[in-house]
């Protein structure tokens, strides 16, 4: 039943979502607050939108969050000195949102930290505050890695990731 | 300005999309109409929806070479025309719309949301050494395919490789690059890879990447850069291209120069010529081996976990 649900969602629920909810003026500010929360600590966040999953996938039974770790394969999120990069991954269909964090700071950070900003944005995705939802899941997930990652004073900012969204 | 193109550009896919639905609509209607005067087989019709689903569904039809695309389209026009009889241009229109529709890449947009994905990834250059060897699209700054060269190339990748990859998919070559893999990382804390592949997907091809970009893809999919010191090697072989490409990660990368892998991968494309295929990937396995275990290796301290498989990949 729960498949089927799955099904409709990604049939029915994200016809021209991408399209309302994250025009361009919004990537363009979400961009450019990555960019800023970036300057104060080492991690490096990319934050990627999708719409919905092929069906037969749905079908199959592919979670948001495997689709979140080959986004992260295939965004190269993984490719950064410091092994800090983080992907938020919004899926529109299921207003379903995935963090994959790499080991560098998967291994400071405790887990229920994590869930806690899940919860945070996906019950404000679910209100249907697309935006507002993503630049509080950017200030959080920032403000873990300004805790455990701060900038080290010496070292220059290294921008490694794409600030700019990215839509898949 | 621009929101007006994108404005434009939004309005002309909602009309092709209803097109393309009043038309599927318009036929099927037909059809039920028409039914009991069709003096053909039953068996065409359910044939003629599975063959239409399998055209436009699946994430995989990219995949497949052009000329089962021609071949699948041809047979949805003649058994249009088997169901229809007379309404010829029906049977014209409609699969021409959905394969311009597929062909243009329409059919994604319509399925993302009615935005072209953009592929995007990176602020700076490379950070992981790379050493390519191939014969054919080695540059970017090379001008571009044009189509009959791209079609040439799907036609290679799609006849000749998979009769030419027969020599790489021996079992015993199998056999034989595992075990020498286990036992080099037992020496040393790195990650060796070995992939093997016959093909690309036709929209590689069609996107015109070179086989450095696509072996740097291939190191992503696969998972290679996901070890504990970031030392793990990709020792990626495209039959169809004829090109070798080895792949480190940053953790080695940083530590060996960059032109060592170049030497690494111009033996073993010196070798493959000679038809001494086993020898040579062996020989290439154990020097990167040799490198892995001068910079990283194996001590009482550390463990040693096996993080990625050592099977080649056969793709």
Redesign the interface.
């Known amino acids: 039943m729960a498949r089927l649900q799955r099904i409709s969602a990604h049939l029915f629920r ?6 309302q909810q994250f025009p ?1 003026t919004v990537f363009d500010t979400i961009a450019a607050r990555i960019a800023e929360l970036e300057a104060s600590h080492r991690g490096d966040i990319v934050f990627a939108v ?3 999953l ?4 749905v079908a199959q039974g592919f979670t948001p969050r495997q689709r979140a770790k080959n986004v992260f ?4 999120v ?2 950064t ?1 410091d ?1 800090a990069g983080v992907l938020i991954y919004i899926l ?1 269909a299921e207003r379903a949102i995935e963090i994959v964090a790499d ?1 560098g700071i998967a291994r400071l950070v405790p887990q229920a930290r994590w869930d806690a900003i899940c919860a945070d944005t996906s019950s404000a995705l679910s209100r249907g505050e697309f935006k507002a939802g993503a630049v509080a899941a950017i200030e959080a997930v920032s403000a873990l890695l300004q805790e455990f990652m701060p900038a080290l004073p010496g070292r220059a900012r290294n ?6 969204p ?3 | 300005m621009k929101t007006r193109d ?1 404005l434009r550009e ?1 309005l002309i896919k909602r009309i092709l999309a209803t097109v393309a639905v009043l038309i599927v609509c318009g036929l099927l209607l037909e059809a039920q109409r028409r039914w009991h005067f069709a003096s053909v087989d039953p068996m065409v019709f359910p044939m003629w929806i599975a063959l239409a689903l399998l055209y436009i ?3 995989r039809f990219r995949a497949w070479p052009i000329l089962v695309h021609l071949a699948i389209w041809a047979l949805l026009v003649i058994m249009t025309l088997l169901i229809l009889g007379a309404r010829w241009w029906v049977a014209v229109v409609y699969p021409t719309v959905i394969f311009l529709l597929i062909v243009r890449g329409e059919w994604d947009k319509m ?5 072209a ?2 592929i ?5 250059g490379e ?2 050494s790379s050493a390519s060897l191939g014969e054919s699209h080695q540059s970017a700054t090379l001008r571009p395919s044009t189509r009959g060269q791209t079609f040439l190339r799907v036609l290679r990748h799609s006849l000749i490789a998979p009769w030419r990859a027969r020599s790489w998919r021996s079992d015993t070559l199998q056999s034989a690059i595992r075990d020498r893999i286990s036992a080099s990382e037992q020496n040393h804390l790195g990650e060796i890879v070995v992939a093997i592949e016959t093909r690309w997907s036709t929209d590689d091809i069609r996107r015109d990447m070179t086989s450095a970009q696509h072996a740097r ?1 291939r190191f ?2 696969l ?1 290679v ?2 070890t ?1 010191h ?1 030392n793990g090697v990709l020792i990626h072989i495209s039959v169809a291209e004829r090109a070798i490409d080895l792949i480190a990660d ?1 953790g080695i990368a940083e530590r060996v120069d960059a032109s060592t892998w170049q030497v690494i991968a111009n033996e073993l494309a010196a070798q493959c010529k000679r038809g001494a295929i086993q020898s040579g990937l062996l020989a290439a396995i154990d020097r990167v081996g040799t490198l892995l275990n001068e910079h990283y290796p194996t001590s009482a301290s550390d463990e040693n976990p096996d993080e990625r498989s050592n099977i080649p990949v056969l793709t």
């Open positions: 994200a016809w021209w979502l991408a399209e361009e999708e719409a919905r092929a069906l037969k996938a394969a295939e965004l190269e993984w490719d000195e092994n529109l080991r921008n490694e990731l794409i600030d700019r990215v839509l898949l | 994108t939004g569904g699946g994430p399925v993302h949301g009615g935005r994905p953009k995007a990834r990176r602020n700076d950070s992981r893809n992503s999919e998972g850069w996901n504990e970031n940053r």
